[in-house]
């Protein structure tokens, strides 16, 4: 049902989950534990994935949050059950029995906790918001609930990875224009003017830069492994009409 990071793990009072495919309610293209609100799968059944999700967590149903994720760089506090989901990509708590989350199907989840502030956050980094400051974002609102970069522990869960990531020259080029040192993230690909991008390894050094302390990849592929993950690629490459969605969550004990 879940996966977990080792150093998120030898935290205490910090509770946490990059929950797979397995153990849920939902059928077809969505078999399994699908959590996706944007979904266009039962909603009955997304519903019952997440109280499974919230439960082995050990909070309400209620306070498992995601926001309405639209790539961009925003993070929100959350002290409480919003009655309408914002528009961001992270959420950040310093309330005990929230959890703050995620949903993903390639884009990287990545969660962070500061055990001695007592501060978690949970962030959406595909390559958009990876770019554009979505970690930076979640960085800044901990900080205002007084975490400090250097007790951060930042973990990579199941996302992408470069074998399966083909991008295009227009990709290569806009990501090599930001800063050329880029091109490290960038491997050959069988076709001409394609490459393969390294996400998670990406992610990682925009943390190391951003001095957070602890950086924990664990190193999963969504798209190679079907059994456990979701992938929005595979389901694009099988010209299926949707996919599910998995859920990545950090909640203080």
């Not at 592929?221 to 859920?247: I, K, P, Q, W």
Request: charged share 20%; with cysteine.
């Amino acid at each position: 049902m879940k996966v977990e990071s080792a150093a998120l793990k030898a935290l205490p009072g910090i509770r946490h989950a990059f929950f797979t495919r397995e153990g849920g309610v939902s059928e077809g293209i969505y078999a399994g534990l699908n959590g996706g609100t944007g979904s266009r799968d039962d909603p009955a059944r997304v519903a019952e994935n997440r109280a499974r999700m919230a439960g082995a967590l050990g909070v309400p149903a209620g306070h498992l949050l995601t926001a309405w994720q639209i790539h961009s760089p925003d993070c929100v506090v959350v002290d409480r059950p919003w009655a309408e989901r914002p528009k961001a990509d992270a959420v950040a708590t310093a309330t005990p029995g929230i959890a703050a989350a995620v949903s993903i199907a390639d884009c990287g989840p990545v969660l962070f906790a500061d055990p001695e502030a007592r501060v978690v956050g949970a962030a959406h980094a595909g390559w958009k918001g990876a770019v554009g400051g979505v970690l930076e974002g979640t960085l800044a609102r901990m900080e205002e609930l007084g975490a400090r970069r250097a007790r951060i522990v930042a973990a990579i869960g199941p996302l992408i990875r470069q074998e399966s990531y083909e991008v295009g020259p227009e990709f290569v080029e806009n990501l090599t224009a930001l800063d050329a040192v880029n091109a490290r993230f960038l491997a050959p690909s069988p076709r001409a003017g394609h490459a393969m991008f390294d996400l998670p390894g990406y992610i990682a050094a925009r943390l190391a830069g951003l001095g957070v302390g602890t950086i924990d990849d664990l190193g999963l592929n969504t798209y190679a492994d079907e059994a456990r993950f979701y992938s929005y690629r595979r389901s694009t490459h099988r010209n299926e009409t949707d996919y599910g969605r998995l859920v990545a969550a950090i909640t203080l004990v």
